[in-house]
């Protein structure tokens, strides 16, 4: 049944209403063709299953962790921290001590050669002897002090060898041919104390012969922020070796080992001829 609208009155329920100012087919009123509104219910679907509720002390709880974290791994560092530092303080007054230990290998074995030296002067020259006794305490207040630092400034070390040179020709005779070769102009750099003594007390103690003639060479060079030395000496062999030689060389190479790791090179060694004896160091300035 289809029925006009009236103004003022009601449709019958289940009737068809056809407005006069709606286009379109009619409405239908019945119960059973009621539609939702699907717009509604997508917006409703597409937000999803409802979120489950986190009670406020889980937060509390989880800041907590991590607060609790952070605090050990802070005092954990800190302890690692003060282990190293005590670990490096350690090693650096090991390695000072060890330094000072080769060091005063260096010494004693120096002034034994160097009182033979005068001792054999004096009936020789007394003048000379004097000399030498001024010399020689120059040279131990090099030694006993100014050598104690890490470095010293390149023309007192250079001062020091000429010295220990000087003393050392007056023991020999002419046959002995000694030549020093150290540069007019040195660099004003610093180097560790006494770093080339024992390989020249080395060269003097098997390069010299008191029944044919012999030699000892030495010589410093300074270029591109490094010093080469050289020195070379004839060979003569020992009836009996004193049970300490060789003492004064490897201390020498422990002391590099410790104060240019593998930053220098030394070769200790014969010559092709096998008749001469070389040692050259380079270590840098």
């Known amino acids: 049944m289809r029925e006009r ?18 286009d379109g087919p009619p409405m239908d009123l019945g119960r059973n063709n009621m539609q939702r509104p699907e717009r509604g219910m997508d917006k409703i679907e597409a937000m999803g299953p409802p979120r489950e509720f986190i009670p406020p002390y889980v937060n509390l709880l989880v800041l907590t962790i991590l607060l609790l974290g952070f605090d050990t791994g802070l005092k954990f560092s800190t302890k690692w921290l003060e282990s190293e530092q005590t670990k490096i303080k350690l090693e650096k007054e090991n390695v000072e001590n060890k330094m000072a230990f080769l060091q005063n290998q260096i010494s004693p074995h120096f002034f034994m050669n160097t009182l033979n030296n005068i001792h054999a002067l004096v009936d020789i020259s007394a003048e000379e002897a004097k000399d030498a006794i001024i010399k020689l305490s120059r040279m131990m207040g090099y030694m006993l002090y100014e050598s104690k630092t890490d470095k010293v400034p390149l023309a007192k070390e250079m001062e020091f060898i000429r010295s220990y040179i000087e003393l050392m020709k007056i023991r020999f005779t002419k046959e002995v041919n000694v030549e020093l070769d150290i540069p007019d102009v040195l660099p ?39 010093m080469t030395f050289d020195v070379i000496n004839k060979i ?18 422990n002391r590099l080992e410790l104060i240019y790791g593998k930053d220098y090179k030394l070769d200790i060694g014969k010559l092709p001829d096998n008749k001469l004896f070389a040692v050259n160091l380079n270590v840098p300035i």
């Open 236 to 253: 003569f062999e020992r009836k009996a070796e004193n049970k300490n030689s060789g003492v004064g060389i490897e201390n020498s190479r």
């Open 5 to 22: 609208y009236v103004r003022g009155g009601v449709p019958e329920r289940g009737s068809v209403v056809e407005h006069p100012f709606m």
């Open 188 to 226: 004003a750099v610093h180097i560790p104390p006494l770093l080339t003594i024992s390989y020249i007390e080395n060269a003097f103690k098997h390069g010299i012969s008191y029944s044919e003639p012999c030699f000892v060479r030495i010589s410093f060079c300074f270029e591109k922020d490094r």
